[in-house]
C-alpha cells in the first residue's frame, strides 16, 4: 500500500471525526451521522490496508 493511500485513508476518519464534532456543536443529528460514517469508513479502510501489509511479507 503506498505511503499517499494510507495518508488519503487517514485524513478521510480525520475528516469524518471533524464533521462529527462539527455536528455535536451545532446540534446537527445529520452531520453527526455522516461524521460518524466518513470516520467509520477511514478507519476500516486503514485497517484492510494493515491486514493487506501484513500478508504481503
Known sequence: ?????K????????K???KKA???GT???RLQAEGR???IKG???QAAAK???AFKH
Open 1 to 5: 500500500m503506498s505511503i499517499a493511500k
Open 7 to 14: 495518508i488519503a485513508h487517514k485524513a478521510e476518519a480525520v
Open 16 to 18: 469524518g471525526g471533524t
Open 22 to 24: 462539527a455536528g455535536r
Open 27 to 29: 446540534g446537527s443529528r
Open 37 to 39: 460514517g466518513d470516520q
Open 43 to 45: 478507519n476500516i479502510k
Open 51 to 53: 491486514i493487506k501489509d
